[in-house]
């Protein structure tokens, strides 16, 4: 893996790395994609502007905005597979019960070492 003094993001130049100026690896948090890193928060952006420019532009207002946070949690449970959904939940700011409906739609269950989700 590649290893950088400081990582900036690419979108919001925001950076990251050691207090003491070694190369670090890339944080955990952030992604890369074409050579350009993106912290976490631009990373989930991305990934629902993403699935935004997939839609027809039939598609509009409250639906497209559903469609977007679905996204959004669809990217943060593959990011982190065994988080609980309310965990998930909370980082894109909605209803365990649409985490858990995202879930069983993407095939990816909790793994079976992980806390039991609570519902
Ligand atoms: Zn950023």
């Known amino acids: 893996m590649r290893s950088e003094v400081r990582w900036s993001c690419a ?26 890193a993106y912290c976490l928060s631009c990373s989930r952006a991305r990934a629902a502007d993403e699935a935004m420019e997939l ?8 639906a497209r905005a559903k469609l977007r946070r679905k996204a959004l949690i669809r990217f943060e449970i593959s990011r982190s597979p065994d988080s609980a959904n309310r965990v998930i939940a909370s980082a894109c700011r909605t209803s365990t019960m649409a985490v858990a409906a995202v879930r069983d739609e993407i095939d990816i269950p909790l793994s079976t070492g992980a806390a039991p989700a609570d519902n």
Do not use: F, N, Y
């Open 11 to 36: 979108r919001c130049e925001v950076s990251a790395g050691q207090i003491d100026d070694r190369p670090s690896p890339l944080p955990p948090t952030w992604t890369t994609s074409g050579g350009l």
């Open 55 to 62: 839609l027809p532009e039939t598609i509009t207002g409250e």
